[in-house]
């Protein structure tokens, strides 16, 4: 019953405050940019049979480490040449303007609401090869937004514009946009901080998804210490379960 009882603790906001930290760029060479390069590879080899062009990153709840994990795996495919494009599709809670210090005059909202066009919305970055399109303002509907075909559209267009469309998406046990969202992309991965995801919350989330036949590919479970895990990899656990790969974001 313990997998059950929700943890009191919670991760912390400093993301929507200061936006994730992009350990990958700023100590591309330390043992955690190399687990998610270590992701990135587990991504790459998940399809082999056909490539992917879109991936979307999701949690089963808020505030469990998402944006950080996607945003890093964005950083690590345009290291090793990839054209990225990483679009943030959690219109509620947004953080890719912070990571990235980019306007957040114009995105995803002013585009899916008729108010600016794809050129004015796709922001280049400090990394060459990622390019970025941030939330926008806050709408008032964001889920008729993001269920809309101009945004199926959108995820399309930008499939083709480049090697590789990463977003950032709502949480799937919170509003219904990462479901529909997940049903038009290549693939899904979940998010799942140890000590803190319940079991029966990602339990859920998977479910959720299946019921739209996301294509699930596997979740990174951050937080995973040697303590926790019982395995030891330079003081955290890199090893593997299910299809759930080790990284020790705590964002």
Request: no cysteine.
């Amino acid at each position: 019953m313990a997998w059950f009882k929700r943890k009191s603790k919670k991760l912390d906001n400093n993301s929507l405050k200061y936006g994730a930290g992009l350990v990958t760029y700023n100590d591309p060479t330390g043992m955690v940019s190399e687990q998610f390069k270590t992701v990135r590879t587990n991504i790459q080899f998940s399809s082999i049979d056909s490539k992917l062009h879109s991936i979307m990153f999701t949690s089963s709840e808020p505030s469990e480490g998402k944006s950080t994990v996607s945003n890093n795996v964005a950083v690590t495919y345009a290291d090793q040449g990839t054209q990225v494009i990483l679009m943030d599709a959690d219109l509620r809670r947004p953080t890719v303007h912070k990571t990235f210090n980019v306007s957040n005059q114009k995105g995803l909202s002013n585009y899916l609401s008729g108010n600016a066009t794809l050129e004015e919305i796709v922001q280049p970055t400090m990394l060459e090869g990622l390019s970025v399109i941030t939330s926008g303002p806050v709408p008032p509907n964001p889920s008729e937004l993001l269920t809309s075909q101009k945004m199926a559209q959108l995820l399309d267009k930008l499939a083709e514009q480049s090697d590789l469309l990463i977003v950032d998406a709502p949480p799937v046990n919170t509003v219904t946009d990462a479901q529909l969202l997940g049903a038009r992309v290549d693939g899904v991965i979940l998010v799942v901080p140890q000590g803190i995801a319940l079991k029966a919350g990602v339990r859920h989330a998977k479910q959720a998804l299946e019921t739209v036949h996301a294509n699930i590919l596997g979740a990174v479970m951050n937080r995973v210490t040697a303590q926790k895990s019982g395995g030891y990899y330079g003081g955290y656990y890199g090893g593997s379960y299910e299809g759930y790969y080790g990284t020790d974001d705590k964002k």
